[in-house]
Structure formats: structure tokens, C-alpha cells
């Protein structure tokens, strides 16, 4: 397969590829990243960040995983355990938050992201650990019953004990996030992936109608006001919120692609 | 570092710490004691993360965060590629592992060593590993074509074989071997892993065997 388009919703996306350096402009990066994924996914967020706070021009389409074309075979023919997002620069392949992020990074633009400290680099590892694992699956239930099975089901029954749980579970870790927010401007002092992390979360369950439970601790609030207007780490003049997606997008299942103009 | 010999996550970081010579003091939480649910474990790791590590000042824990830890603390190369598309091939192949592995490796431990630890009448759910061997056999048969012509996942020793050593390792132990067997690619790739050398001992041997662990008994890494 040479596009990561070529088949499912995505194959309604205009590729930046035909116009690419047609009015002769020449840009630093090499070749326009593609992504799949899907904009009510975490994980499809968290690369969609990435990109952006590294500079990467990057083409987003929509897997339509509420169709099922994560698990079709020209997606798997890609991301052969259904992994999802799934991203694709030139002839190069990868999919998952994890693998993509990392690519995006050591391609970007700028410094790298990582702390060079082991210290450093632990605590953005915890924080980036705690999210995935005492955030991510509960963020992951608010969205499911509170907008995916809507979208999926118009007389969908939302799990309010489900929801009710996700919601408790939720409190803890954000406790913790509020108690190192008290001291540090970013989550470990610098910006790091530990705060794209969160980020998607904590998006997310705005998007979901959950904001009080972001509201009521004041440093994430305020963490998270800053996130709205936060530069990309690599120089470039565009805001990572500003691209995410927002709840008409998610219901519409549009994705933004990212282009960079002031190299 | 506070661990277990039959957890998954601790035998990564005593086996990244054998690799990168870095000498560590390791004391036992007794998992099948539910010594990481007391309060004392929690004050250190309030999320039960497991291992939990200290140096000086520094304690934290969790995988995640100790091994590239360990690896900047052992010094040398570190074992991240720098290449953008190996480091992407390494970081895929550990979430497919985090994900798709770890949790099925952990049945097999449970139910076959870790309970019966507990309860010498424990029954073992076959049906249970019955669902982990397939769901292992699964991500194996994707491992084993991507390894075909590769010596390693990110095309040198990384991260990702750190992570992956062990879920072989306890496969072996626990009798699964034949899922291993059956892969050619991957039973290479494993044993390649387990003949490299750090001095005149293999970082591999860190992995703790089927009596040490009923032994309850972690070893020094030094």
C-alpha cells in the first residue's frame, strides 16, 4: 500500500502530496507525515500534538474505528495488530501512540523533548505512565458512554454506574497531578511528553462534559489554561490546542491536518 | 529497588540493570504477602507501581520510568536508538508488548505459579490460560514475521528487548516453551538475546528461574 488513504473514510481526504511545492515553496521538512486515526482516541490526540509541538506538517484523515476499520484487512495490512493511530511518512510505517510519538519527536524540529537528566527523564516517564494507566481507561469510559455510544446508537443507554466509576477512579490520580502542579509550571518543570499526555486526557474530558472535575483543582485548571495558549515547543507560531479536536469535531469525525508557515 | 521475582516489570529492570552494569540492592515486596497494598509501599509508590526504586534523593517507580533510568545511570551508549525510525520500530514493539503481551504473561504467572504459592490446593483455571497461550500465540506469529531477517526489533540491541527477554523468559518457565519453538524468527532472535555477554556474564541470567521465584528469593545485580 503506498497511502495510508487509500481505503475507508480516509480515502475522502485531499492529500497535501498533490499540491506539495507547487507554488515553490520550500519548506524544511522533507515529506508531509500522514495520520490515521480518529478524533475521539486519546492516543490519535496525543500524535497529533506531538506533531505540532515539534513542527511536522502532517495530513490527518479519519479511521473510522466506530465503523470498524481498525479491524478491516487494509488496516491491518498496515497495523497488523490493529493498532491505532497508524502514521506514514514516504515509505516508513508505524502505529500506536507510542511508536509515533517517539518518531515525530526525533524527526521535529528544535531540541528534543526528552529530559537528557535520568532524574528528569523518570519523573516525565512516571507522570506519562500514570496517565496511560490510572487516567487513560477512564477517560476512555466517559467518552465511550458520553459521546461515541450516542454517535454509534441515537437511544444509546449510558452506564451511569460505569460513569459514576470512571468519575471516582479519576480522582486520585488527578489529586496527584494537582499536588506536582503546585510547584511546576509544566508537569516536571519543562514542557515534556509527560504534559502531552495529560493533555489528550484532560481535553478529552472537557469534551465529555467532565470539566468540574478539572475546575475544581486549581493548578491543573491553571495548567491547562496555559496548555490552551502554549507555542510549539519547537518555535513554531501555531497552539496544539487550537487544532485539537472539539466535540462538534468528534461528532463530525473530522480530524485538522497541521500545516507550518513560518520556517 | 523493592520487587518481585514473579513480576514481569521488576525482572525487566533487574535485567536492564545487569545489561548496563548498574549494581543493584534489591529487597523483596512480597506480592503474594499483598505487601503492595500497605500503606508503607504506597507512601513510596502511591499508584502500587511496581518495582519502586531509590537513589539519594530519588525514588520512583514503575518500569517506565526506571529503566530509562537505569540506563542513563549505567552509562555508555544508551540503548534508545537515535535513528527517528528505530526508535519508532523499538517503542512499537514495547507498546505491543505492554499491551497485547504483559497482561496474557501475567495470567500464565498467576495462575500456574503466584496462586498456588498462596494456596497449595489453588486449582489452576485452564480456561484462563487457554485464552492467554492464544492470545500469546497471536502477537508471537506478528513478532516472528517481523523478525525474519532482523537480529533485533529496532535493528540493534534497545529497549525493546528488554521488555520483551522476560515475556519469553516466563513463557519458558511456566512450560510454554513450544510457543517459542514453533517461531523460528523469534526463537533465534531469543536465544541471540540470551548468548550476549556483559563481561563474562550474560545479562539474561538476571531473570529469576522457576525455584527462585517460589523461593521468593531476588538476587544482587551488580
Not at chain 1, 48 to 53: G, K, P, R, S
Request: charged share 25%.
Amino acid at each position: 500500500m503506498s497511502d495510508l488513504f487509500a481505503f475507508g473514510r480516509a480515502a475522502r481526504t485531499e492529500s497535501s502530496d498533490a499540491s506539495y511545492g507547487s507554488e515553490g515553496d520550500m519548506k524544511k521538512t522533507q515529506y508531509v507525515l500522514q495520520l490515521l486515526g480518529f478524533p475521539g482516541h486519546a492516543d490519535t490526540l496525543k500524535c497529533l500534538i506531538t506533531a505540532i509541538e515539534m513542527g511536522m506538517e502532517t495530513d490527518s484523515a479519519v479511521l473510522d474505528i466506530l465503523e470498524g476499520e481498525d479491524e478491516s484487512g487494509d488496516y491491518l495490512a498496515v497495523s497488523p495488530l490493529g493498532i491505532v493511530p497508524a502514521l506514514k511518512e514516504a515509505d516508513y510505517y508505524v502505529s500506536g501512540e507510542s511508536g509515533i510519538m517517539s518518531y515525530i519527536e526525533a524527526r521535529g524540529l528544535g531540541k528534543r523533548l526528552p529530559p537528557k537528566n535520568a532524574a528528569l527523564l523518570a519523573e516525565q516517564n512516571y507522570w506519562s505512565d500514570i496517565a496511560c494507566t490510572e487516567v487513560g481507561p477512564h477517560v476512555n469510559t466517559l467518552v465511550k458512554e458520553q459521546i461515541l455510544g450516542p454517535m454509534v446508537d441515537s437511544v444509546y443507554m449510558v452506564n451511569t454506574s460505569g460513569v459514576e466509576a470512571a468519575r471516582k477512579a479519576l480522582e486520585a490520580p488527578l489529586d496527584a497531578l494537582d499536588s506536582q502542579l503546585a510547584k511546576n509550571t509544566f508537569i516536571i518543570g519543562n514542557y515534556s511528553f509527560a504534559d502531552i499526555h495529560w493533555t489528550a486526557y484532560i481535553h478529552l474530558l472537557y469534551e465529555a462534559g467532565e470539566g468540574e472535575l478539572v475546575d475544581a483543582r486549581p493548578n491543573i485548571k491553571a495548567w491547562f489554561d496555559r496548555i490552551r495558549t502554549h507555542k510549539s515547543f519547537s518555535g513554531q507560531n501555531v497552539v496544539a490546542y487550537d487544532l485539537l479536536p472539539k466535540l462538534a469535531d468528534i461528532k463530525q469525525k473530522r480530524l485538522n491536518s497541521i500545516s507550518i508557515d513560518d520556517y | 529497588m523493592r520487587g518481585f521475582p514473579g513480576h514481569v516489570d521488576t525482572c525487566k529492570c533487574l535485567y536492564m540493570a545487569a545489561e548496563k552494569g548498574v549494581k543493584i540492592d534489591p529487597d523483596l515486596l512480597d506480592l503474594t504477602g499483598h505487601e503492595d497494598e500497605g500503606s508503607a509501599f504506597r507512601a513510596l509508590s502511591p499508584f502500587g507501581k511496581i518495582p519502586c526504586l531509590g537513589e539519594g534523593d530519588l525514588v520512583t517507580s514503575g518500569a517506565a520510568a526506571i529503566l530509562p533510568y537505569l540506563d542513563i545511570r549505567g552509562g555508555g551508549q544508551s540503548l534508545a536508538p537515535r535513528k527517528a525510525a528505530r526508535l519508532g520500530q523499538q517503542n512499537y514493539w514495547i507498546e505491543v508488548g505492554q499491551y497485547r503481551l504483559l497482561p496474557h504473561v501475567n495470567t500464565l504467572l498467576d495462575e500456574q505459579v503466584l496462586k498456588t504459592m498462596g494456596d497449595p490446593d489453588y486449582t489452576p483455571d485452564q480456561a484462563a490460560i487457554d485464552a492467554a497461550l492464544e492470545a500469546i500465540e497471536q502477537v508471537f506469529t506478528v513478532a516472528d514475521r517481523f523478525l525474519d531477517g532482523r537480529e533485533y526489533f529496532a535493528e540493534d540491541f534497545s529497549f525493546a528487548e528488554i521488555h520483551w527477554a522476560p515475556y519469553l523468559h516466563f513463557c519458558e518457565i511456566t512450560g510454554h516453551g513450544d510457543l517459542i519453538g514453533k517461531h523460528a524468527n523469534l526463537k533465534q532472535w531469543f536465544d541471540r538475546v540470551k548468548s550476549r555477554k556483559n563481561g563474562s556474564r550474560s545479562p539474561c541470567d538476571a531473570l529469576p528461574s522457576l525455584d527462585q521465584i517460589k523461593g521468593k528469593e531476588l538476587r544482587n545485580v551488580a
